[in-house]
């Protein structure tokens, strides 16, 4: 069975294919198009354009890549939500238009839910972890239990990409500053304190992202409040996937989104991981951001596991949570 899945909660547009091997997952294209603001965030409307200028040729991208066409597509699928309501809206238009054309099914799924599938499907040995889903407006330490995927903790404010790339804007890095932050990060050789605060299972960032801010003003070095940025966020993400692998039992660590490119945050999660005799996966970096591949695998388990979905339902959620699907699937 062939797939195709439309990723659009943001500022990133993806369209992948997918087809299953046995139980796993065979990417056969992951056309991701980023929508760069030209300066400051990502303002949802103009996102939105951005996605409905580049639908057409990614789409034909992703065919011409995977040597199909579209009548080789069984199945549709698209980013239901959470996201930006603008950006969801194209994603699922898309979606929608293919599968009344081609006159296939069409199926819409859960953004976060499918960055933890796609580990599943992609690495053999990922079969039960919790994931530490890290991305720009996400974060969320999540893992299967009774019946459901269900969040463990999550930032209370700002997803740590965002508070990276607010960072990052008040020095004047270009966005995502994610990547430039850990390069500085790298030559930082002070620590200095800033607030590390966990909420019973719970992260925040602001208040870490004002004191970080604060030192600047005081014209503390850069790459010095890059690194203790890095240490103590990544730090308190680490202690908290750690206590949802206490609490569930589970074995396994994965890591998803954006900031999972993140090397040091990988050699922190993956430290915890190894003393307490536990695997550690990260899937490669395009299935790691936003991308249409996770979109459509999920849509495919989905599918063959009986859910089906009417263009009635198909409405976006911009406030779909993780924990409102019925997983049926598991094993
Ligand atoms: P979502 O809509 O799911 O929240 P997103 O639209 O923010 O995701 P992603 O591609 O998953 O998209 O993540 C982008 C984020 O990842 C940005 O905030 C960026 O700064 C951050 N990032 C990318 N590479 C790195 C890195 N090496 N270190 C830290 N952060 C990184
Ligand atoms: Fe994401």
């Known amino acids: 069975m062939i797939c195709l899945g439309i990723e659009g909660t943001a500022h990133s547009y993806g369209v992948g294919i997918i087809t299953n091997e046995k139980k796993h997952c065979n990417v056969l294209a992951n056309i991701i198009h980023t929508y760069q603001p030209p300066q400051g965030g990502i303002h949802p409307r103009e ?31 698209f980013s239901q939500g959470p996201g930006l309501g603008p950006c969801l ?10 599968a009344l054309t081609l006159n296939k099914p069409l199926i819409g799924v859960n953004h ?14 990922c079969t039960n972890p919790i994931l530490l889903y890290v991305s720009g407006a996400n974060t969320q330490i999540i893992g299967f239990a009774e019946g459901k995927y269900r969040v463990f903790g999550e930032t209370l404010d700002i997803g740590i990409g965002n508070c990276l790339d607010k960072f990052g804007r008040y020095v004047n890095l270009a966005f995502p500053a994610g990547p430039k932050i850990e390069t500085l990060a790298q030559q930082g050789t002070t620590y200095y304190p800033l607030p590390y605060t966990i ?12 004191g970080a801010q604060q030192y600047i003003s005081r014209h503390k070095p850069l790459k010095d409040i890059c690194y203790s940025i ?30 999972a490119s993140n090397t040091r945050l990988r050699d922190m999660v993956k430290t915890m991981a190894d003393e307490r005799h536990a695997q550690f996966f990260v899937p490669r970096k395009d299935l790691c951001i936003d991308n249409g591949a996770m979109i459509a695998w999920l849509g495919y388990v ?27 699937w598991y094993a």
Do not use: W
């Not at 809206?89 to 293919?98: C, E, I, N, S, Y």
């Open 47 to 77: 996102a939105a354009n951005h996605h409905v200028t580049y639908a057409d040729q990614i789409i034909k991208e992703a065919l011409t890549h995977a040597h199909l066409t579209l009548p080789d597509i069984d199945l549709i699928s």
């Open 199 to 210: 909420k019973g299972m719970d992260v925040a960032f602001s208040g870490l992202l004002t």
């Open 112 to 125: 976060c839910v499918a960055h933890l599938e796609i580990g599943r499907g992609t690495i053999p040995a």
């Open 302 to 328: 989905m599918h063959i596991h009986g859910h089906t979905m009417t263009i009635k339902q198909s409405k976006i959620n911009q406030r779909y949570r993780t924990d409102m699907v019925e997983v049926t």
């Open 89 to 98: 809206r194209t994603a699922a238009t898309a979606a929608r238009a293919l």
């Open 230 to 259: 890095q240490e103590t966020t990544f730090a308190a993400l680490t202690e908290v996937t750690e206590r949802a692998m206490a609490h569930t039992e589970k074995k396994q660590v994965l890591l998803g989104g954006g900031v």
